[in-house]
């Protein structure tokens, strides 16, 4: 056993002499974000009980962090300044050389048997190497000893940034100060702080007590409640009151602890719309004048400018961010269209309509902030009805705001719904607490590419960097909070750090592995991985198989399956890769570890039918925001997934109404059809499915009606398959109806056919 290990060991050195630039596995890291270049080294550095850290002046303060490693114990950092000869021993943070070649953002980590050197010509870039050290330790069992190693990094995007909406639910400074941490330790450097919502105000303002008297508190701590319940504010101190807020000083440290750690704080002070609790407490700067009528601002009225910028000065004083976010999403114009003195500024300006008065509102803010050294961000509404030119756009409705806006020489921070919203659900919603719907998965997030296409080659220096958003509407709770945001932070960290060549997927999750340990060190109530299997079928029409996949979130799971109905046991074939059938199969899978079973077994029937390939004949049409796979949708031997943006799952606004012609009249036996329900977003199942034939496309027998049996106040996701016997039944056209009761959405993904 000695032998051999030293016999590798010697195999390495050799290796390491031949080929001295190259990688070679001696002990792995598990750094994440992926750091752009990163060789192992011979050794190991073993830290002392008491550690010697030394530091060029500009980097005494970063020297502080060093603190935080579990491993690391010293006294005092010693300046480098008076030293002649680099020390041998222990932990160097040193100022680049103005002559070396490493960039002015990157920082060099080379860990030696006996010491450790950063090297970086800026303290941000000395705080990267100082998260790099620090992660290395906790994600190792014993971070005491770590291997030689050196690394050469820089970020590929510089904003790299994660939002908390504190809002819709309040969350204490220590709780966000784990946070800071977190994003330190993953290379995030802005945290935007959405401070003010209709939800609650949280930030003193000292001109304006009533927004904290009163517009931080609600009549009930649960948003849902509160939201569906009156959505009345509550006096500060009265026994309904729920809620609160940071007083400036509070903020003001907490902007400090952040900064130390090289994240800048963005607050965000919405305006002119989800501004209903100041408008519950200054009614005086609403259209009707009267509380509880209105979420926007009266832009007609110059008060509402006095106060915006009042409120900016002391935000601005206890922010020293670049960047003064300013919110401009979802304002609803129509007290606007009707409001006197909003309809006389459109008129006496020239304004086009209420887009423009909006952007009329914006530009007068983002004069204010520029006055001020400062700089506007909101998010992509802001482009509506002209951008201010020195704006900077947060591109959150996908990406064609963003796209729109770099185009155009405008600085762009891409934060889309689809990728980056980390309020929606990360795996299957059944069984997991309420979110507000969606769904991304971890694989998702990390699949993100900023640098979107439809971007000229030479605009895409506007695309700052990336945001993952967590919006509180269903995190009460910081548990819940920890819970949504990781680990899909992780993988937000390499879409933001590491450029998209260097991005895998599997090493990823590899890495990602050690980091539950990482996450379980500073009491992160992380989202575990699932043990469920995802089965899903997709036909090849040229070939006339159904290719069955099975996926899991587990890393590198033992899966067995079967194709006959039969429960899979450790007997049953591995899966490995995509498994072709020729017929309708049933296919059930597990995962297995160590020979048990783990988790609940998966079953698909893979439906190889007569109506693949068919003309459908739509009588109603499908709706033109989910055309899915558009008229091949439900005939292409294709199921969805749990979503119904996944492609698969076509939408409908209307009742449902399509006919399958068969090309030929022959006998059928069955027809099933499988709709989705999610109240949240407005998707129902139909209250009643109808089948009927015919052999001349014109006059209809109707076989059977089957009424929905799945009440909708159920909140949760839900699936039901309609299944209709037709035998005796011989016809070319097959009519499905179903009725859309709740006028919301339906969702359908395939109608099958024998
Ligand atoms: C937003 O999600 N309304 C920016």
New binding site residues.
């Given amino acids: 056993m000695k032998r051999a290990k030293w016999v590798a060991g010697l195999s390495a050195a050799i290796l390491f002499y031949l080929f001295p630039g190259v990688t070679f596995a001696q002990d792995s890291l598990f750094i994440i974000p992926k750091p752009l270049i990163q060789h192992a080294r011979l050794g190991y550095f073993t830290f002392p009980k008491e550690t010697q850290v030394f530091a060029s002046n500009a980097f005494i303060g970063a020297a502080d962090l060093l603190h935080e490693h579990p491993y690391i114990h010293f006294e005092k950092t010693k300046p480098l300044g008076g030293i002649k000869q680099m020390p041998k021993q222990g932990i160097i943070l040193m100022m680049a050389n103005p002559k070396d070649t490493l960039a002015q953002n990157a920082y060099r980590l080379l860990v030696e048997p006996g010491r450790i050197i950063i090297t970086a010509h800026q303290p941000t870039a000395m705080l990267n190497g100082i998260a790099t050290l620090l992660q290395i330790a906790n994600t190792r069992k014993n971070g005491g000893r770590i291997p030689a190693v050196w690394i050469e990094d820089s970020p590929a995007l510089g904003y790299r940034g994660l939002m908390l909406d504190v809002s819709r639910n309040f969350l204490p400074i220590s709780f966000l100060k784990k946070y800071i941490d977190i994003m330190f330790l993953y290379k995030l450097n802005t945290f935007h702080w959405h401070l003010t919502d209709g939800a609650g105000w949280r930030l003193e303002i000292k001109k304006y007590p009533e927004l904290t008297q009163k517009a931080a508190w609600r009549t009930n701590a649960n948003w849902k409640y509160w939201w569906n319940n009156g959505r009345k504010y509550a006096e500060m101190g009265s026994p309904e009151a729920s809620g609160g807020f940071y007083t400036a000083d509070e903020a003001k440290d907490f902007v400090n602890y952040a900064l130390k750690r090289g994240i800048t704080v963005i607050p965000e002070i919405e305006m002119p719309a989800?501004s209903e609790e100041v408008l519950a407490a200054y009614p005086n700067l609403s259209c009707y004048g009267v509380p509880y009528k209105n979420a926007e601002f009266c832009i007609g009225n110059d008060e509402t400018f006095t106060f915006l910028q009042n409120v900016l000065d002391e935000v601005m004083a206890i922010f020293p961010s670049k960047y003064i976010h300013i919110?401009g999403?979802?304002a609803d114009k129509s007290a606007w269209k009707t409001c006197p003195k909003c309809q006389k500024v459109i008129r006496d300006l020239n304004l086009k309509d209420e887009n423009g008065l909006q952007s009329y509102a914006v530009k007068r803010l983002e004069a204010y902030l520029t006055s001020k050294g400062r700089k506007l961000i909101g998010?992509d509404e802001i482009l509506e009805g002209g951008l201010s030119p020195g704006a900077t756009v947060?591109s959150?409705?996908g990406e064609a705001g963003g796209i729109e806006a770099a185009n155009s020489g405008h600085d762009v921070i891409m934060?889309p719904?689809a990728y980056l919203?980390f309020d929606a659900y990360q795996t299957n919603p059944i069984g997991q607490p309420e979110a507000i719907g969606g769904y991304l998965p971890l694989q998702k997030v990390y699949a993100y590419h900023p640098i979107a296409a439809g971007i000229n080659a030479d605009m895409q220096k506007h695309i700052l960097g990336v945001q993952a958003?967590l919006?509180t509407e269903y995190m009460p709770t910081p548990n819940q909070v920890d819970y949504m945001a990781f680990p899909r932070v992780l993988a937000l960290a390499e879409v933001a750090w590491t450029a998209e060549k260097n991005k895998n997927w599997n090493d990823f999750q590899l890495r990602l592995q050690k980091h539950y340990l990482l996450l379980q060190r500073f009491n992160v109530n992380y989202y575990p991985p699932s043990t469920a299997l995802s089965i899903l079928s997709k036909f090849d029409i040229d070939k006339k198989l159904a290719n069955v996949t099975i996926t899991s979130e587990q890393f590198e799971p033992t899966i067995h399956y079967t194709v006959d109905g039969s429960a899979p046991t450790t007997s049953s074939p591995l899966y490995h890769t995509a498994i072709p059938l020729p017929a309708t199969a049933t296919v059930k899978a597990a995962i297995f570890k160590n020979d048990v079973q783990s988790g609940k077994t998966a079953d698909l029937v893979t439906d190889v039918h007569k109506a693949i390939g068919k003309k459908v004949i739509y009588n109603t049409p499908w709706s033109s925001s989910y055309p899915a796979q558009k008229e091949l949708t439900l005939v292409n031997g294709q199921t969805g997934d749990l979503t119904y943006g996944d492609g698969q799952w076509q939408g409908f606004n209307d009742d449902f109404d399509v006919t399958i012609d068969m090309d030929t009249t022959e006998p059928l036996s069955q027809v099933k059809i499988r709709f989705m329900q999610l109240t949240g977003p407005g998707v129902y199942i139909p209250s009643q499915v109808t089948i009927a034939v015919s052999n001349d496309g014109k006059v209809f027998k109707t076989v059977q009606k089957i009424d929905n049996d799945v009440p909708y106040t159920d909140s949760s996701l839900r699936f039901k398959t309609f299944l209709f016997n037709l035998s005796g039944n011989t016809a070319r056209y097959i009519r499905v109806t179903g009725i859309n009761e709740k006028r919301g959405f339906i969702f359908t993904d395939e109608v099958v056919v024998y």
Avoid: Q
């Fill in positions: 989800h919110g999403d979802e998010w947060m959150w409705r934060t719904g919203y958003n919006w």
